[in-house]
T-cell receptor, first 110, second 115 residues
Framework: QKEVEQNSGPLSVPEGAIASLNCTYS??????FFWYRQYSGKSPELIMS????GDKEDGRFTAQLNKASQYVSLLIRDSQPSDSATYLC??????????FGQGTTLQVKP | GAVVSQHPSRVICKSGTSVKIECRSL??????MFWYRQFPKKSLMLMAT?????????EQGVEKDKFLINHASLTLSTLTVTSAHPEDSSFYIC???????????FGPGTRLTVL
């Protein structure tokens, strides 16, 4: 079992729709969870971090965490073509290492 | 936030040669740095964790004699790919971690192409 798993996609949504990205993790002791966005040939950019169960909103982005189910999600409201990128879920282990999922490619069609 | 630079941004080398990649933390004293590798259309795979002044800890499957990591100061870590082969062609990214704020800062990456 991979430590952090995501559906690789591509996930295609029309402009203005809600994009839903999902992630599961295997280490039940993990405490820190992150969503990054990565454009081709670039380093990842942090979108959000979440540490507690429930929802965390930042602008058009909402992260959701359910530690009992070992599940993290990211919702992007009013998706724009500029949101087209690869979204990486990352989990920090209790040793400090940040482990990434394989990423989900999002395509927002005008 | 902290700024992390990498040099070179791109390098092309012949098979069998060694390549050194520098990672500098410009405004943050990085006691811990991570090195990642990313193949095309794949995710970032952690190669090793380096702590200033001590030996790096390598992930399973990463050859420590091939990927030499030195973290001699709080602002500089280097990754040397020894006897590079075409299968080592990849995007190498370093990262620093501020454990006080749990913030990770990524360098811009180095594209290595081995001919």
């Amino acid at each position: 079992q991979k430590e952090v798993e995501q559906n690789s996609g591509p996930l295609s949504v029309p402009e203005g729709a809600i994009a839903s990205l999902n992630c599961t993790y295997s280490d039940r002791g993990s405490q820190s969870f992150f969503w990054y966005r990565q454009y081709s040939g670039k380093s990842p950019e942090l979108i959000m971090s979440i540490y507690s169960n429930g929802d965390k909103e930042d602008g058009r982005f909402t992260a959701q965490l359910n530690k009992a189910s070992q599940y993290v999600s990211l919702l992007i409201r009013d998706s724009q073509p500029s949101d087209s990128a690869t979204y990486l879920c990352a989990v920090r282990s209790n040793t400090g290492k940040l482990i990434f999922g394989q990423g989900t490619t999002l395509q927002v069609k005008p | 936030g902290a700024v992390v630079s990498q040099h070179p941004s791109r390098v092309i080398c012949k098979s069998g040669t060694s390549v050194k990649i520098e990672c500098r933390s410009l405004d943050f004293q990085a006691t811990t740095m991570f090195w990642y590798r990313q193949f095309p259309k794949k995710s970032l795979m952690l190669m090793a964790t380096s702590n200033e002044g001590s030996k790096a800890t390598y992930e399973q499957g990463v050859e420590k004699d091939k990927f030499l990591i030195n973290h001699a100061s709080l602002t500089l870590s280097t990754l040397t790919v020894t006897s590079a082969h075409p299968e080592d062609s990849s995007f190498y990214i370093c990262s620093t971690w501020d454990y006080r704020t749990d913030t990770q800062y990524f360098g811009p990456g180095t594209r290595l192409t081995v001919l």
